[in-house]
């Protein structure tokens, strides 16, 4: 099955490190990663490797199942091992998995590392960490801390190893007969990394009956793996290696690897063989999740840039202001969220749907006002509505960090935009596939909003010629103020989406400032499809970069590529046309 | 051009201010080291100091004028030339400490042996003889600027697209110097100085010739300028500034005059951080921070760009409320700093000095000998 573990302790570090090299920053607020984090006593962190343990297995005790109810049954199956000779224990751990409940994953795990002990004074079974001056008692079934004994007090219940095959098998069995079929998927995958030489037969019992097509696929690969680290026939190992090279992934690479390594000339050969293979559809999806990173980083970029592209790109204002629409947006979230929770408890997930139009209002309206107290003034001198906005844009900052602290405030994510899928070999999480198509979705608004709608075709009009559509009726102040409302609104709304990623504090409009200048000059300002298409090359060439430059010098070499771009095309990727020379 | 320089450059104005910046470049260290602590007129070190850091303010605001106020180029990265300057000063500095250091090394700089550097890196051979760290001070920034301008003025790249690629430049440079492999310390910078040319860096005596040296500076540069300004080259500056294509129709190459002036501005800017850097005893990545540059063109707007005295008198303004907001009221200098920005560029667009001779016309009445309107008017926008 898995190797079970010399001790808990250093059992609960491996998995803190497997945790957390988990990609995703919102990750952080799993289960796993949390129990890391605290200085651990000894026996809380038995607990918690016994939690993880048991997580990994699929066993997912972390939620209410392991403390929703006793089961008497089970407790008492727990409480017979520790009766007996081994043979009788032997039996019982067979009824013990008769039972087919996940939730002696944990006993039994201690069991097999010799931390499962009877209480002398009432026959009760415990998990038993070390402690000074005496042990650490763990419910073996809630694993909530039972207090402490001395050394006298309880007994260690022994084993020996064909006790501990016994348990191994019966652990396997347990999490391979679940009934959740992700709970069997994560026990597959932990049987191929173990690549447990004991645990074919198991396997071959699991695979007979599971019916979902991907857990079988899992299985079959955790039973090549179990094959190539036994000492069976070199057919089945052939076989087993070609199982494992139409995996393709990096796990199997590793197996396959160790076997090119081998005497056996034969098998070495096919091993290294399909090693070549592997490695050239690894190289493959290594492309292909470039692109999928690039394309996230994208999206936030183009959710950043895209209110810019109007304040900006099409009435000219230099709107340094612009980051702090995107932290209003953010803030609003968080308001909103607040609200929800004291007002509809338990519906959370909608708040972030509400926050949306929220935060547009909210945006909009500081933006019609930043626009009728100060750009208006300004028309004609765009260079110093730099000056001005950054000016506003100090006094936002300022006002939310007076307002809500200078700390980071937490906008939790909904349920819909947590977790993650496999796509091949990508990994792509909900938030980051949501963000994307969000930005899109977005993007594609405010191309309808522009070119479908009576009110964009008077921001074209007033933008392209003002005196001209001004004595056709227009009224250019309203639609000058609608317009910087309307670029406004929109980064509010991007803040909604980045409150999902990003730290909310007041910092965090200026870190996109720059950013977003760059988005829309690089694609041409006034284009919003250049907005679209510099967003997206952007984000991609800073991603194919930094596995070989590293993530900061990636970023200083796509800057410098844009300070030459700017060179060759001043006007950006899609100028738009004219013959004005000073424009 | 040195009877130009009497009869158009130096107005009155600029000789007041001549002599004052004399007189304090006088007086402040003499208040400092003759007289008594005991004495009312004695002036501290710490203001001794500050008043040497605002001057180096004063110095990065003038170069910023010479090619905001009277070329038209609105630089958003000035920060990053005063920031290399300062770089420049600080390597000369950190190989001053030599064997004084926390490791003792005799010639690696802590940082280094910190991150196990077993020789100096190549760029900082040199930098243990004062005479080419000041000069790498001028050159490498004007080196960067020469070469970013050539390219940026022959594309004609101007307005907001120059403004945002210097801003994009400092930025890169900020992510640079961050990084440690870079050889410039990293995050931390470099700091904990000791002396310069042999002076210990913590004397009061020191300090006051720190001071004295930047208003040296700070005068002989206004001076430049006053004569770059006031010559026929200046004259075609102000062109460029108010009508680019018809200067350019006209015949004159507007990419060399943009490119001269670009390049003495950077320079400038690189001096004035080496004399900045031995003053507040670090210099760190955070100086290429675009908000620097910003805050630095503030200082212009509000001193009234186009005067070269106002941007002086803006630098040393806002640098004084902000030593005494952040010390007195912390939590509202940004409200301040912000409502400052948009005052003025809404109702002083000419700065304090250019608005002031009209003010007081209006209040008295009288025709006021207003400075010459080519050079009072804001500069046409380049869009």
Aim: proline content about 5%.
């Amino acid at each position: 099955m898995y190797p079970p573990p010399p001790t808990l302790p250093r059992a609960a570090l491996n998995a803190c490190a497997a945790a957390s090299a988990l990609p995703a920053p919102k990750s952080s607020r799993g289960p796993m990663i949390r129990a890391c984090l605290p200085p651990p006593a000894p026996a809380i962190l038995a607990l918690r490797a016994l939690l993880l343990l048991a997580l990994v297995l699929g066993a997912s005790l972390a939620g209410n199942q392991a403390r929703a109810g006793e089961s008497p049954d089970l407790r008492a199956a727990i409480a017979a091992l520790a009766k007996g000779s081994f043979a009788e224990t032997e039996k019982r751990i067979a009824a013990l998995t008769a039972l087919g409940d996940a939730r002696a994953v944990p006993a039994l795990e201690a069991l097999a590392g010799g931390d499962l002990y009877r209480r002398k004074a009432d026959g009760a079974v415990f998990i038993v960490s070390g402690a000074s001056g005496g042990y650490r008692l763990t419910d073996p079934l809630t694993l909530q801390d039972a207090g402490t004994a001395g050394r006298r007090e309880v007994k260690k219940i022994r084993v020996n190893n064909r006790l501990r095959r016994a348990i191994r098998a019966a652990l396997g069995a347990l999490t391979l007969s679940a009934s959740d079929p992700a709970r069997r998927l994560a026990a597959a995958e932990a049987i191929l990394k173990a690549r447990d030489k004991e645990a074919v037969e198991t396997l071959d019992r699991a695979l007979a009956r599971e019916t979902v097509a991907e857990v079988a696929a899992a299985l079959q690969a955790a039973r090549a793996a179990a094959v190539l680290a036994s000492d069976r026939s070199a057919e089945e190992k052939s076989a087993a290696i070609n199982v494992l090279a139409a995996r393709g992934d990096r796990e199997a690479m590793a197996i396959v690897a160790s076997i090119a390594a081998t005497e056996d000339q034969a098998l070495a050969g096919q091993a290294t063989a399909a090693l070549a293979r592997m490695e050239r559809s690894q190289a493959l999806w290594d492309v292909a999740r470039n692109i999928w990173y690039g394309l996230s980083l994208g999206s936030v970029l183009l959710l950043a840039a895209i209110g810019l592209a109007i304040t900006f790109g099409v009435m000219g204002v230099i709107n340094m202001a612009h980051g702090e629409m995107v932290m209003l947006g953010a803030y609003t979230a968080f308001m909103v969220q607040g609200l929800f929770g004291a007002l509809v408890p338990g519906q959370i997930d909608y708040a972030l749907v509400v926050a949306l139009p929220a935060a547009f209002l909210v945006t909009g309206l500081v933006g019609i006002a930043i626009e009728r107290g100060v750009i208006r003034f300004l028309h004609a001198r765009p260079l110093e509505t730099l000056l001005a906005t950054w000016g506003v844009s100090l006094i936002l900052q300022q006002g939310v960090r007076t307002l809500f602290g200078p700390t980071n405030r937490e906008v939790g994510t909904p349920s819909f935009m947590s977790g993650a899928f496999e796509l091949g070999q990508l990994t792509i999480t909900y938030n980051r596939l949501w963000i994307l198509v969000f930005s899109l979705a977005l993007f594609a608004a405010l191309i309808a909003a522009m070119k479908k709608t009576r009110f964009g075709l008077t921001i074209r009009a007033v933008t392209q010629n003002r005196r001209m559509a001004a004595s056709m009726g227009i009224r250019t102040p309203l639609v000058d103020a609608l317009t910087f409302g309307l670029g406004s609104g929109i980064a509010g709304i991007a803040g909604v989406a980045l409150s999902q990623i990003d730290n909310v504090s007041p910092n965090l409009g200026q870190s996109y400032i720059i950013d977003s200048f760059m988005v829309v000059v690089f694609g041409g300002v006034g284009n919003l499809w250049g907005t679209l298409l510099g967003a997206m090359s952007l984000g991609i060439a800073n991603k194919f970069l930094e596995p070989f430059a590293g993530a900061v010098l990636a970023k200083i070499l796509v800057l410098v590529f844009l300070i030459l771009f700017i060179q060759k095309r001043p006007r950006g990727l899609f100028a738009l046309k004219g013959r004005a020379v000073e424009a | 051009m040195t009877r130009r320089f009497f009869t158009h450059g130096m107005t009155r104005g600029g000789w007041v201010f001549l002599a004052l910046l004399a007189a304090a470049g006088l007086l402040i260290p003499l208040l400092n080291l003759a007289l008594p602590e005991s004495h009312p007129l004695h002036m501290p070190t710490y203001a001794v100091t500050l008043s040497g850091k605002y001057l180096t303010y004063a110095l990065l605001a003038l170069a910023l004028d010479l090619v905001w106020g009277y070329c038209g180029i609105l630089s958003l990265g000035h920060a990053a030339f005063f920031a290399l300057g300062g770089y420049a000063m600080g390597m000369y500095l950190m190989r001053q400490i030599g064997p004084r250091g926390v490791y003792g090394d005799p010639l690696l700089p802590d940082f280094m042996v910190f991150l196990d550097w077993q020789e100096l890196p190549w760029y900082w051979l040199g930098f243990d003889l004062f005479p080419v760290a000041l000069a790498m001070a001028l050159v490498v920034p004007g080196v960067l600027a020469f070469v970013f301008g050539w390219f940026a003025f022959r594309a004609r790249v101007g307005g907001v697209y120059l403004s945002i690629i210097t801003q994009a430049m400092t930025y890169a440079l900020l992510l640079a110097f961050f990084r440690n492999d870079m050889g410039f310390g990293g995050n931390n910078g470099l700091t904990d100085f000791k002396e310069i040319l042999g002076f210990d860096l913590q004397s009061d005596a020191t300090r006051a010739g720190l001071f004295a040296a930047s208003a040296l500076a700070l005068g002989l540069a206004f001076v430049l300028c006053v004569a770059i300004t006031s010559s026929r080259l200046g004259k075609v500056l102000i062109a460029v500034r108010d009508a680019e294509s018809r200067t350019r129709f006209l015949g004159y190459r507007v990419e060399h005059y943009k490119l001269f002036v670009w390049t003495v501005s950077a320079m400038l800017a690189g001096l004035a951080g080496a004399l900045y850097v031995p003053q507040v005893g670090i210099i760190n990545p955070g100086e290429f921070a675009p908000a620097n540059s910003i805050e630095a063109v503030i200082w212009v707007a509000i001193g009234g760009r186009g005067t070269l005295v106002g941007p002086i008198l803006g630098a040393g303004l806002v640098n004084f409320a902000k030593s005494w907001f952040t010390a007195a009221l912390p939590e509202l200098w940004l409200f301040a700093l912000g409502a400052l920005f948009i005052a003025v560029t809404l109702f002083l667009p000419r700065g304090l000095v250019g608005s002031l001779p009209r003010l007081w016309a209006k209040a008295t009445g009288t025709r006021s000998k207003a400075p010459p309107d080519a050079r009072a008017k804001a500069p046409a926008a380049a869009e």
